[in-house]
């Protein structure tokens, strides 16, 4: 009973990472694409340069985050834990970074603005990463069989709703418009700066108490690990390695399509609720609720996908989620103005809960069985290399998500943020794209590439059944 207990506080305590990790990043998501287009006043262009160049940098600073953590060997962190010495070093940065996302010097000169724009996204997604890489190589560590990978999880992602809730419907019960209006009542970007900022700072302060369990009591790094530093290749050898795992390939790719329909749904979602939909300003609770139904969802639907991965195995149990969602996303083809379309909104923005979830669930377990792969070939845990290559790729996602964005508005003449557009039909039309088209055509070829993910049934038992003898051979070893 007291292991069983032990066992259940180090999940529990684990899962609080999720919190950190969660909040800033679909804050940052669903606001500063808007903030900086709508209140800074930043143009279509510079965006998409900005976003490109953020991207383009993020991509290189996972992997190489990643492999120095993997590689980290000072004195005091073999008792201190690597990954525990980086996390530390990154939480307090990381909130007040949220913060600085809503200082912009709102220059009359528009460089001036764009400057300080490029460079916070930056420092805040290199903060960020240091935290959330070694987040990442700590699960697979501290959770070895799939049992307590799938329990665990079950945790993790219900703090990550908890999360989402605050960074994404929180905003809602705050502003009175995501954008400056001129109906029912004028609302300026001067009007809504302030509250952004506060939505920052609120945000900041959470990501930081919501630390303190996950540092106290959720980090346990394996001994008979802690060697596997002195074995590993170097850097650009684990790249090279990295990118040669055709099952890890397959893998990054359908979860670089994954990431690019979130991200993609997360920003667009305040725009098309305004401009298509018609939601009144004052009321953008109708935006939160919805999602706020919608993640809890998510935990409703987490034992659902549970038991789909277990009977038919995790990876037709990611297929069958992201079909799903799919579905789900059809509505928004067809929503309009009206009460009647709010209503509507409502009901298909709280469904999506369901395929959310399981895209979710099915990833950290995926990327789980790649790790535990790579270790039955090299003979040492590279979670970190794995995790932080995987991100690398996926930040692909961030150009192709502004890209998307920029072609659709550039098309549609809304090349600058103005209240009403030329052409408000042509814009619907062009947010509806970016709600329903998109979105479907990356699942369809995210499904495709999990239907070739090789890591289910005999060949997945075979390689549980050699890692579980390496495992043995590396404590008798410590011992």
Sequence with gaps: MVKIMGNLKKKIAFAFSAIPDQVTYQAFTLLVFVYYFAIVGLDMTQLW?????????????????????????????????????????AIIPLGVMMVLLFTPPFS??????????????????????????????????????????????????????????????????????????????????????????????????ITIISAIPFLLFGIKERPEYKNDVHKGPSFFQAAKITLKNKTFLIFVTGNLLIWFVFGLLVT????????????????????????????????????????????????????????????????????????????????????????????????????????????????????????????????FSVILKISAIAIIFINVDWHNYVPAPTDPALVALGLKALMVLFPIVALGIAILCFKFFPLHGEKLAIMRKKLEEIHTEKKKKVN
Excluded at 49 to 69: K, R
């Design 49 to 89: 340069i900005g976003f490109t160049i953020w991207a383009l940098w993020n991509s290189f600073n996972d992997p190489l985050f990643g492999g120095i953590s993997d590689r980290t060997r000072f004195n005091f962190t073999q008792k201190f834990g690597k990954r525990r010495f980086y996390i530390v070093l």
């Design 108 to 205: 009359a000169d528009t460089t001036v603005n764009f400057i300080y724009f490029l460079i916070v996204i930056i420092v805040f997604e290199a903060i960020y990463t240091i935290y959330s890489v070694n987040v990442n190589a700590l699960f697979p560590e501290m959770f070895p069989s799939e049992e307590e990978r799938a329990s665990t999880n079950m945790f993790i992602k219900g703090f990550t709703v908890f999360a989402l809730m605050i960074g994404v419907v929180m905003p809602t019960l705050l502003l009175p418009s995501f954008t400056p209006r001129t109906t029912p009542t004028v609302i300026t970007a001067a009007d809504l700066a302030p509250i952004y900022l506060t939505v920052g700072i609120i945000i900041g302060i």
């Design 268 to 395: 667009i979602v305040p725009l098309y609720a305004e401009h298509v939909v018609g939601i009144p300003s004052g009321q953008t609770i109708l935006l939160g609720l919805p999602l706020m139904i919608a993640f809890l969802l998510t935990v409703v639907c987490f034992p659902i996908h549970r038991k789909i991965g277990r009977k038919y195995g995790m990876r037709n149990g990611m297929i069958v989620a992201l079909a799903s969602w799919c579905i789900l996303l059809v509505p928004y083809a067809f929503l309009g103005e009206g009460q009647l379309f709010i209503i509507l909104f409502f009901i298909v923005t709280s469904l999506q809960g369901f395929g959310l979830a399981g895209a979710m669930y099915f990833v950290d377990i995926l990327i789980s069985d790649v790790i535990d792969e790579d270790e039955t070939k090299t003979g040492v845990r590279r979670e970190g290399s794995y995790y932080g290559m995987n991100a690398f790729i996926h930040r």
